[in-house]
């Protein structure tokens, strides 16, 4: 029997209805963003949900892709999803997420796509707190929760790296308060990445270059956000490189109720970039106080 011919149009039909003979409504899909591009001029969204897996007959490393678009329409509906988790899940790059839509060819391109009407910002702050959890599970059973701490802080840490992103507010904020102080400090600034796919390796070098240099401690900080953003520090490549380094580590990283594996890991955990400074100088006027008790009679 000879094959059938189809035109363009007829052959992406007949998939197109496979599609919905096999998956005849929603769905919903798991994975990790990818590519997310700046809204379309008519308010449409794009980017790709990837997902690394082994293959089981072949047993190699490989990565599925299935595009994702999420239209100007059903963007409400989107929003009104993220707003119950209380702007703690933002879509962005490199976050997991578990998306509802419906799955089609897109005619223009013959590509498969999933159609995006829906997010579940709870599975994406589950995922976050599994692993978090796992991972400071990891770092206690080979000691390294306490590595950093052990670290002696010296009473007037004057040589201080400070890692942040060139120009943030938060760099800003930690500046302004040293200014302030009056202290001498020197300050030596690394730029990193603090949000975003590429942040943990730039966090993680930014932190081994300072544990080569001749200092009394480290900090880092970084402005609040929501708790997708603050991924970066809840990576395990940041965590080790913290409890490698060879000087104290101190961290002011969003806001008070913000809490991640870095802060973990840290020699000392200050509650915003602003209150690092102030916690040096209440360390400082307690060991002048200390000593000066000392010769009291």
């Not at 009407?117 to 994406?124: K, L, N």
């Not at 976050?128 to 390294?144: C, N, P, S």
Request: proline content about 4%; charged content about 25%; overall charge neutral.
């Amino acid at each position: 029997m000879a094959a059938p011919t189809f035109t363009v149009g007829e052959l992406v039909d007949r998939a197109n209805q496979a599609l919905v003979d096999v998956f005849p409504g929603e769905v919903w899909v798991e994975g990790e963003i990818h590519n997310k591009g700046r809204p379309s001029a008519a308010g449409h969204t794009y980017f790709s949900l990837v997902e690394g897996r082994t293959d089981p007959v072949t047993g190699r490393k490989q990565t599925a892709t299935v595009n994702v678009a999420l239209f100007n329409k059903a963007r409400d509906r989107v929003n009104r999803h993220l707003r119950r988790a209380h702007g703690q899940v933002r879509m962005d790059d490199g976050v997991r997420v578990r998306l509802r839509g419906t799955v089609a060819i897109y005619p223009a391109s013959s590509s498969f796509q999933l159609v995006m009407v829906g997010i579940d910002p709870t599975f994406t702050l589950g995922s976050l707190a599994a692993e978090r959890a796992a991972l400071l599970q990891q770092l206690e059973a080979e000691g390294l929760l306490v590595a950093n701490a052990a670290r002696p802080l010296a009473t007037l840490p004057q040589r201080i790296a400070l890692i942040a992103s060139r120009g943030s507010a938060a760099e800003t904020d930690f500046l302004h308060e040293l200014e302030l102080s009056r202290l001498a400090f020197h300050v030596t600034r690394i730029d990193s990445r603090v949000q975003g796919v590429d942040a943990p390796a730039e966090v993680a070098a930014a932190l081994a270059l300072a544990s080569s240099l001749p200092l009394d401690a480290v900090v880092l900080v970084r402005g609040g956000g929501a708790r997708t953003d603050l991924a970066a520090f809840d990576a395990e490549i940041v965590a080790r490189a913290v409890a490698g380094c060879r000087h104290p580590v101190l961290t002011g990283i969003g806001h008070e109720r913000d809490n991640t594996v870095l802060d973990e890991v840290a020699h000392q955990r200050f509650d915003t970039p602003s209150k690092v400074i102030a916690g040096i100088e209440q360390r400082i006027r307690q060991r002048a106080d200390e000593a000066q008790a000392a010769f009291d009679f």
